[in-house]
């Protein structure tokens, strides 16, 4: 189930969104990952690619201090990797989420036993009929943003605006194009203060207050960045452009080839969910 040792991670969790990242779960794709339909003008995603590039990401995490919890996908979903859509994780606990796509909505049960053998407590949970993927809420600072698009439903985000705010949180609703898989594929957290974003699909007018980095348009998914601490980022290597304009803005990023899943719409932010940040 884990690649060591299920580490104790006790009451304190997330310090802080964009802090530095100390530990994280992450699924392992399995082979039904091939029936994922990929994106306009990409090929099919290859599983053993994938699991080499998804090896890479956990290597790349533990060469930064990250201790990793490295689960076996136990469903049929081809998306089950992406691991954010399970759950959103606060400072005294994790919050299991239920996803849009019935398929998937035994993997925040799946991620409640897992928890509950590593000491991560529950904040909460979206119960029925209410619909909220993970990967549709991204924390910056004290703000939480949830994206308000084909996914989910106004149960689901209101109940997780409740809990966000009992959590200290400010909850500010976005507006994202329909043809835009998640709210965490067009926006990511840099810093406390500071978003990457996408030209189009998303309301940036949400942002107003935060400082930006309006990506180019092409490479809208570059924004699906994984912040491994503040203006230090995982991104996927093929957006060559997106990754100049970042470190222009004096992030540090750490390219590595993901392509496997940007076929599909998965992006470095989706897969690996945080358990604790200082």
């Not at 919050?95 to 909460?124: C, N, Q, W, Y």
Request: hydrophobic share 45%; glycine share 10%.
């Amino acid at each position: 189930m884990t690649t060591k040792a299920a580490p104790h991670f006790g009451p304190r969790l997330i310090g802080s969104p964009t802090g530095t990242l100390r530990a994280a779960v992450l699924v392992r794709p399995s082979r039904a990952i091939e029936r994922a339909k990929p994106l306009p003008g990409e090929p099919g995603t290859i599983h053993a690619w994938a699991l080499d590039q998804h090896a890479i990401l956990c290597k790349t995490l533990a060469y930064f201090g990250v201790e990793t919890v490295i689960l076996d996908a136990s469903g049929d979903d081809p998306y089950e990797t992406s691991v954010c859509d399970g759950a959103v994780t606060f400072e005294d606990g994790a919050m299991l989420m239920r996803p849009t796509a019935m398929a998937r909505r035994g993997e925040a049960d799946r991620l409640k036993s897992h928890f509950s053998h590593i000491d991560v407590p529950l904040a909460g949970h979206i119960t029925a009929p209410g619909l909220l993927d993970g990967t549709d809420v991204v924390l910056v600072g004290e703000t939480a943003f949830v994206g308000s698009g084909k996914r989910g439903n106004d149960l689901g985000r209101n109940g997780f605006g409740e809990v966000a705010r009992a959590h200290g949180y400010r909850v500010i609703e976005v507006k994202i194009d329909p043809s835009v898989s998640s709210l965490r594929a067009v926006v990511g957290a840099i810093a406390k203060d500071t978003v990457v974003i996408a030209a189009d699909g998303v309301d940036r007018s949400a942002f107003d207050g935060l400082r930006t980095i309006v990506l180019e348009r092409g490479e809208e998914m570059a924004a699906g960045v994984l912040p491994i601490g503040d203006k230090h980022v995982i991104a996927d290597i093929r957006f060559r452009t997106a990754l100049a304009s970042m470190r222009r803005a004096g992030i540090t990023v750490e390219a590595i080839d993901l392509y496997e899943y940007g076929k599909i719409g998965l992006t470095p932010s989706m897969l690996a969910l945080a358990l604790k940040r200082s």
